[in-house]
């Protein structure tokens, strides 16, 4: 299975700021044939299911604020916000969807300062 | 809007049975493969299982393989999860979710439903 491992495991940042989450897989997610990376960023907030932020690395779902971005290739991902608003505050997981069983990372709790 | 409701959580005996229910609404339920997610109290994403959207494949979770079965009826937008020998490392909160394709594997998950907690304990 491949390993998703999240850093730092939880952080806190003023409101306004910029912040960044890490996430780093055991092995490439990056498929040449069609030059995509499978990975995926979820925002999960306290009593709620978790809800899709990006696909493919760097593509925004439906309706999520430009806020929120994010990089990387191969083993090595970042999400950031560029300007940390009182509802972000949540659980943050990386997903591999390269291979079955798609894992997740452990989670970074991102509070506010 | 899609929407996913989940059923058929509850409190069983280590051993015993479950059967889980997702009624999806909001998409063309038979293009897309649905996927099982569980969060145990305090934990975080463990994925449990998937189908592919004609239900002729599915996979399973390694801590699951054996004991779960998920299975689909096209015709009622339902998609289920039977859960048999259940422990008390099956307590947790199970989340079914919307595949991004057909295929059920190499899916991101959007949207998800809001769960049904199953608590194994005697």
């Known amino acids: 299975d491949i390993v998703m491992t999240q850093f730092p495991d939880s952080l806190a940042v003023s409101l306004g700021e910029r912040t960044t989450i890490n996430c780093k897989s055991s092995q490439s997610v990056f498929y040449s044939s069609n030059n995509k990376n499978y990975l995926a960023w979820y925002q999960q907030k306290p009593g709620q299911p978790p809800k899709l932020l990006i696909y493919w690395a760097s593509t925004r779902g439906t309706g999520v604020p430009d806020r929120f971005s994010a990089s990387g290739s191969g083993t090595d991902f970042t999400l950031t916000i560029s300007s940390l608003q009182a509802e972000d505050v949540a659980v943050y997981y990386c997903?591999?969807?390269?291979?079955?069983?798609?894992?997740f990372g452990q989670g970074t709790k991102l509070e506010i300062k | 809007e899609v929407q996913l409701v989940e059923s058929g959580g509850g409190l069983v005996q280590p051993g015993g049975s479950l059967r889980l229910s997702c009624a999806a609404s909001?998409?063309?339920?038979?293009?897309?493969?649905m996927s099982w997610v569980r969060q145990a109290p305090g934990k975080g994403l463990e994925w449990v299982s998937a189908i592919s959207a004609g239900g002729d494949s599915t996979y399973y979770g390694a801590s699951v393989k054996g004991r779960f079965t998920v299975s689909r009826d096209n015709s009622k937008n339902t998609v289920y999860l039977q859960m048999n020998s259940l422990r008390a490392e099956d307590t947790a909160v199970y989340y079914c979710a919307k595949d991004s394709s057909g295929n059920a594997v190499y899916n991101w998950f959007d949207p998800w439903g809001q769960g049904t907690l199953v608590a194994v304990s005697s």
């Open positions: 909001g998409f063309t339920f038979t293009t897309y493969a």
């Open positions: 997903q591999q969807y390269y291979t079955t069983p798609q894992t």
